[in-house]
């Protein structure tokens, strides 16, 4: 059962990293699921690489925030949790429109939860463009809200 729902996630994302929606709201958190969470962008012109499309940092950091909104649903409030490795296989290039990340709980242990992650673009079906790994690291008991 979630810890935490989207909107006790949202807001608690909105006071512990204000500054991930500096130049625009581009993220949304659209579940918190059973197995982890969904988070969806929406990139803009700074967000592509030469070529026009998505950049594999853009992709990283959304996969990151997928991942680390599993953790706060399923452990609750933890600004501690931290990424300790985050392994990214892009396997093709992403359509440029709305990205979607599912974040699925694979281990989630008294100090580390490993999670693994699809990214997908829009189309019937969804083009999965990469596929990660993310292991957080949580805070001792007692050292986070």
Do not use: W
Not at 128 to 138: C, K, N, R, S
């Amino acid at each position: 059962m979630p810890a935490m729902s989207v909107e006790e996630v949202d807001a608690f994302l909105e006071s512990v990293f204000p500054e991930m929606h500096q130049g625009g709201r581009i993220f949304s958190t659209d579940a918190i699921t059973e197995e982890g969470a969904r988070v969806s962008m929406v990139p803009q012109a700074r967000h592509l690489r030469p070529g026009g499309t998505v950049s594999g940092p853009t992709l990283m950091t959304l996969v990151d925030i997928a991942a680390y909104v599993a953790v706060l649903g399923h452990r609750g409030p933890k600004a501690l949790a931290v990424t300790t490795n985050l392994s990214i296989n892009f396997l093709r290039r992403p359509p440029l429109g709305p990205l979607t990340c599912t974040a699925r709980i694979l281990k989630n242990g008294q100090k580390l939860v490993v999670l693994d992650a699809a990214v997908e673009g829009e189309g019937t079906p969804p083009v999965l463009v990469a596929h990660a790994t993310a292991t957080y690291a949580m805070p001792p008991d007692g050292k986070d809200a």
